[in-house]
């Protein structure tokens, strides 16, 4: 089994920051991408950013110089740090990563999604 556990949202006011952290775990081999969605309120789930094996990183328009994801892959752990957050972040966003298992099973997996709400 794989389970990958969001840590880090909560309410903020317009142009503050937050850190979200995911974190995997279970019978994993190697974790290959990495990536943040999110979901707002009458919007279907879309990209926010994503994190390769190797550190290449891709971002959502909307979000570029203002998000910075990260990975730790000792800690197999993704991170995302979120400044000069606007109320249009307001979102829940989803943890994904790309997992091969010790059997070899690969797929993607999500994780159960983090309350980001920004105030104006």
């Known amino acids: 089994q794989v389970q990958l556990v969001e840590s880090g949202g909560g309410l903020v006011q317009a142009g503050g920051s937050l850190r979200l952290s995911c974190a995997a775990s279970?019978?994993?081999?190697?974790?290959?991408?990495m990536g943040w969605y999110r979901r707002a309120p009458g919007n279907q789930r879309a990209l926010v950013a994503t994190?390769?094996?190797?550190?290449?990183?891709n971002y959502a328009d909307s979000v570029k110089g203002r998000f910075t994801i990260s990975r730790d892959n000792a800690k197999n752990t993704v991170y995302l740090q979120m400044n000069s957050l606007k109320p249009e972040d307001t979102a829940v966003y989803y943890c994904?990563?790309?997992?091969?298992?010790?059997?070899?099973?690969?797929?993607?997996?999500w994780g159960q999604g983090t309350q980001v709400t920004v105030s104006s």
């Open positions: 994190i390769s094996s190797t550190g290449n990183t």
């Open positions: 994904n990563a790309d997992i091969t298992r010790y059997n070899s099973y690969r797929n993607n997996y």
């Open positions: 279970g019978t994993i081999l190697r974790i290959n991408g």
